[in-house]
């Protein structure tokens, strides 16, 4: 049968569904010691004493360290990316554990190892620390302004990265415009919620004088690296294993604070330690995103052709910490022109530190911000000039024709046909019968567009278009797959499998892989980017070619024919025309283990294929206007959504929505489906209830699920409907990009379905804000009946 585009379960289902998953919390070693961290509970403080004494006076308490115990033993982070095309960086001194200051409440200061899992909390709360509080810094329009409360004075301000990107002739643009409309959109600061925490059991190796770090990780090969430079302890000598992963997002993304001091823990105490961290720590320490201000300026001609935009982007990127989560505000800007014509364009970006968790990698990464901000223009264009709201797009929308296609930021789109989609787009609008129901629910309907990008590669990071997969047969006949991709748990393994199983003419069943385990898989970079579909899968691809070579060039000797005679099908290979002259995979291997020298030279003496994908159009030469090209494929999709609004409660509800999803060949649909159907539900998050508020003195006040509001089973949507609709990209051998992020950029729609349901009022509403809560909703209903 034919593997790809079929929907394939995922080889790990029974696993799971029968409660035999491996996770972190179920790692149990012997004589395994517990870690817990002393966070700061002040936003901005001066560290003066830290006492341990009463800690270490409890039995079950092996040790206590704070960042003058360590410090001899541990380096200073180094800059998580480097500087390229007109993107301007600072960095920071930073170690695992707070010195003289904590800039965050969250903020690891000490650190304690207990004997007993139920003596760490106690032995936290011993370990007593003297601080003197200093002014937090909590908004970000104050932080960029500020120029005497700096959190990092060597800096001078506290700006830690400013970015520009122009082109085209902007102002000849907006004096051609027949108006200028202008608005500010903000987006609030929110944050993932996987089911597991993070979690590490760090092992020491006697043998190598070693270690060996489990880690509940999207990258274990960086980590390894990273881990590398902070101990000053080979890389040969650690070995990361990624078990199953309950969720991750881009939260599970190294480098973390924690990871280093566990690590170094085991390696000092000869032992093995743990620590899992819980909810409350993981709504402060592991990292926030989000939160961007974009003032906006459009210029528009009467017939809705967008000529040029100009944006002044602030980014609350909280405190400096080594983590590529801070390029997602570049990717705001980057992404801003997104599937239309805008060709005269200005993006002056600030990314401000406050006194706030970390701005860390998480599903979007910048370019759902940026489909917010383009499909906010396309509405306000609508609504100024009384036009359609899907004429107004497709009077801007990048033509088939025009495919690749360079933007005005130097983003080259490999592939798409925008228009047929928006055609599928239309045509549900216009099956769609809007029942109006009685009583206070008014509904409303909202479409948008959306440029997702996959598989990134930015100088000098951990983040790069490149991959490799080794393939190996053993003497049974039966196939290992070993990736440097991983999984955080929605079924990668799957697709590879069925690429892997189509080329090598035999059953997903036949095929194991293996990720996440740096002493077995080649180098790679792990989950992120939507990139598995893109540099996994065409790595696979490559090496099975590879190995179907060798076994054509095994069987046609051992066959007595011609290698070009050869046909491999059903698990056997054998001569084209002659059924009988066949062997099984497994008696290929044979001959080539066992028979190798009455093989010809070359063949064997195993069965074993490794190939490497590198993006062919990956670009690092800026151009004379500061524009490159940092992805390999650029998905599309286009959302309708329905909404109903309760005008006495002002809640709203997401009923229905509807997805043409572009992104590639697609190679198993459940799981593209899953994907899109998972990133609308996490979208609806952030669209409706889910907000990080901190108060004055910098302490979130939204830290727990009681008040962080999640999307549960009730308020995801009734009905989703997902059509497909292909357009492969050139730049991989299987035609397939990537889909992780695309179901978060529905977020334009449900704003615009909002808007909808209250333009039923009798005018225009303008939400510019998110979240849309039921307070804000109100006071829209209010103003527009007065």
């Not at 006697?206 to 090969?221: F, R, V």
């Not at 902070?230 to 939260?251: H, T």
């Not at 330690?273 to 320490?285: D, I, L």
């Amino acid at each position: 049968m034919n593997y790809v585009g079929a929907a394939v379960p995922k080889k790990d289902a029974g696993v799971l569904v029968r409660g035999m998953g491996r996770f972190i919390e179920d790692i149990k070693l012997a004589n395994m010691l517990y870690g817990g961290f002393v966070r700061s509970p002040y936003a901005h403080a001066v560290v003066n004493k830290i006492d341990a004494g009463d800690a270490l006076r409890m039995r079950d308490v092996v040790a206590v360290w704070s960042l003058n115990d360590i410090k001899p033993f541990i380096n200073p982070y180094p800059a998580p990316v480097g500087r390229f095309a007109g993107l301007d960086v600072k960095h920071a001194e930073l170690y695992p554990l707070a010195g003289d200051r904590v800039r965050f409440v969250g903020e690891p200061v000490a650190f304690v190892v207990c004997r007993d899992i139920y003596a760490v909390e106690d032995a936290v709360e011993r370990v007593v620390v003297d601080y003197t509080p200093l002014k937090p810094l909590v908004d970000p329009m104050e932080a960029l302004n500020e120029k005497e409360n700096l959190l990092y004075p060597e800096w001078g301000d506290n700006i830690l990265m400013r970015y520009t990107i122009e082109s085209g002739d902007v102002e000849k643009a907006f004096r051609e415009a027949d108006t200028v409309l202008e608005t500010r959109i903000e987006t609030q600061r929110f944050t993932g919620t996987p089911i597991e925490c993070r979690g590490y059991v760090a092992q020491f190796d006697p043998l190598s004088n070693g270690l060996t770090l489990y880690a509940s990780t999207q990258q274990p090969h960086p980590l390894r690296t990273i881990l590398s430079e902070l101990l000053n302890i080979p890389e040969s000598v650690i070995r990361v294993i990624q078990p199953q992963v309950g969720g991750a997002f881009g939260l599970k993304i190294p480098p973390y604070r924690e990871e280093p001091v566990i690590s170094l823990a085991a390696l000092k105490l000869k032992t093995a330690v743990k620590w899992v961290e819980n909810r409350s720590e993981h709504m402060v320490a592991t990292g926030h995103s989000k939160h961007q201000i974009h003032d906006i300026q459009v210029a528009v001609k009467r017939d809705g052709q967008v000529l040029g935009l100009k944006d002044r982007i602030v980014v609350d990127l909280g405190v400096y910490n080594a983590t590529r989560g801070i390029m997602q505000a570049y990717n705001a800007a980057k992404m801003l022109p997104g599937p239309y014509k805008i060709r005269n364009l200005r993006v002056e970006g600030y990314g401000v530190v406050t006194n706030k968790t970390h701005y860390q990698a998480y599903r979007g990464f910048g370019k759902d911000s940026a489909a917010i901000v383009y499909e906010r223009v396309m509405d306000l264009v609508a609504n100024e000039l009384n036009m359609d709201k899907i004429e107004v797009r497709l009077r801007n929308l990048i033509r088939q024709d025009e495919m690749p296609y360079v933007t005005a930021t130097g983003a080259e789109y490999d592939s798409g046909n925008y228009e047929e989609v928006v055609s599928i787009l239309k045509g549900w609008l216009n099956r769609l019968k809007m029942v109006e129901k009685e009583g206070p629910i008014l509904r409303g309907v909202g479409v948008a567009l959306a440029v997702e990008p996959c598989a990134s590669a930015f100088f000098d990071s951990f983040t790069q278009a490149t991959d490799t997969t080794t393939i190996q047969i053993d003497q049974s006949g039966k196939i290992t797959v070993k990736t440097g991709v991983t999984t955080p748990g929605n079924g990668n393994e799957t697709s590879i499998a069925q690429v892997v199983a189509d080329k090598l003419g035999v059953g997903v069943e036949d095929i194991h892989v293996i990720q996440g385990d740096t002493a077995v898989c080649p180098y790679g970079i792990g989950n992120n980017s939507s990139r598995v579909s893109v540099v996994g899968v065409s790595s696979a691809y490559l090496a099975a070619e590879e190995m179907r070579r060798k076994i054509t060039q095994a069987a046609s000797s051992i066959l007595e024919c011609n290698p070009s005679d050869i046909e491999i099908e059903n698990g056997f290979v054998q001569v084209k025309g002659s059924p009988d002259k066949k062997l099984t995979l497994k008696e290929v291997a044979r001959y080539v283990y066992r028979r190798t020298f009455t093989l010809p030279s070359g063949v064997g003496p195993v069965l074993e294929a490794t190939a490497s994908f590198r993006a062919p159009n990956i670009n690092w030469v800026k151009d004379e206007r500061n524009r490159l090209n940092t992805y390999v494929a650029y998905s599309f999709a286009a959302f309708g959504v329905i909404v109903e609004l309760d005008q006495e409660t002002g809640r709203l509800t997401f009923p229905h929505a509807f997805v043409v999803d572009d992104c590639g060949k697609v190679i198993n649909p459940a799981l593209v489906d899953g994907q899109v159907v998972g990133g609308l539900v996490q979208g609806l998050g952030g669209a409706f209830y889910e907000q990080l508020v901190y108060d004055s003195e910098g302490n979130i006040v939204t830290g727990s699920l009681m008040d962080y509001l999640i999307p549960t089973a009730l308020e995801a949507p009734r009905e989703v409907e997902v059509e497909h609709y292909e357009t492969p990209s050139p730049h991989t051998p299987v035609g397939s990009k990537g889909v992780g992020e695309t179901g978060m950029m529905v977020v334009p729609a449900l704003i615009s379905a909002a808007e909808d349901a209250l333009r039923k009022l009798g005018t225009r509403a303008n939400l510019s804000n998110t979240p849309l809560t039921p307070e804000k909703l109100l006071r829209a209903a209010k103003k527009l009946k007065t």
